[in-house]
């Protein structure tokens, strides 16, 4: 059963202002979120991660850089996990999109919510998912696998694992360089982690044998 990291990309100046960045090209890490990256690298040091994954966004890039630097790994990109496709809402701030009758939806019915001229979290969710399966199909049952990526399809992941209707979905949360670990089988998943901030304990502690 591997072990799924699933990593959200460090503070930008778009999630700082509380914006939609979406797919917009050139969203890279501020200051803070360059030091959130770094402390995830530091705090998972310890944790024998076999391979990092990305969205192809420079904001998640930028977040792997150092966890894939300190293990002489390179950082796979991985285009299913992309954000989720906000369509005409992306750059846009929240509390003017607060202000619509669709974010209601957004938020409290997501299965028959639909973003202007963008994704459903079904057409999302599979997306992610599809990625995350065909990650998981080219690595050893006691890989851990890295994958950083974006808040809703982190939340949507874990959603769709742990067996939970994609309308409670956003119940979940996600911040900035947090990381949610997912153990994986054939016969289901178990959610180990979610919503984590550094120091991390991912792995069974080794007993100390009696003297």
């Known amino acids: 059963m591997p072990i799924l990291l699933l990593i959200r990309h460090g503070e930008n100046d ?3 202002k509380h914006k939609l960045a979406g797919h917009l090209p050139e969203v890279h890490l501020n200051e803070r979120g ?3 990256a770094q402390e995830l690298a530091d705090a998972l040091k ?3 991660i076999k391979a990092i994954y990305s ?3 420079e904001r998640a890039r930028e ?3 150092p966890i894939a630097e300190a293990r002489g790994l390179e950082v796979q990109i991985e285009t299913g996990l992309i954000e989720t496709n906000v369509g005409k809402w992306q750059g846009r701030s929240l509390a003017m ?3 619509q009758k669709r974010w209601k939806v957004v938020q409290h019915a997501p299965s028959r919510a ?4 963008g994704e459903t979290f079904y ?3 599979a997306r992610v998912v599809a990625a995350l399966d065909t990650i998981i199909q080219k690595h050893r049952p006691q890989d851990v696998i890295a994958c950083v990526f974006h808040a809703d399809p982190i939340k949507l992941a874990v959603s769709h694992y742990i067996g939970m209707p994609l309308d409670h979905f956003q119940r979940l949360g996600c911040d900035t360089a947090s990381v949610s670990a997912l153990h994986i089988g054939e016969m289901g998943a178990i959610l180990i982690k979610l919503n984590q901030r550094p120091p991390f304990e991912f792995l069974p502690k080794e007993k100390k044998s009696k003297a």
């Open 63 to 65: 977040t792997a850089a």
């Open 97 to 99: 999109l607060r202000l």
């Open 123 to 125: 057409e999302c969710q």
């Open 55 to 57: 969205s192809p966004l």
């Open 14 to 16: 778009f999630t700082k």
């Open 46 to 48: 310890d944790v024998p």
């Open 34 to 36: 360059q030091k959130q």
């Open 114 to 117: 639909q973003f202007p001229e």
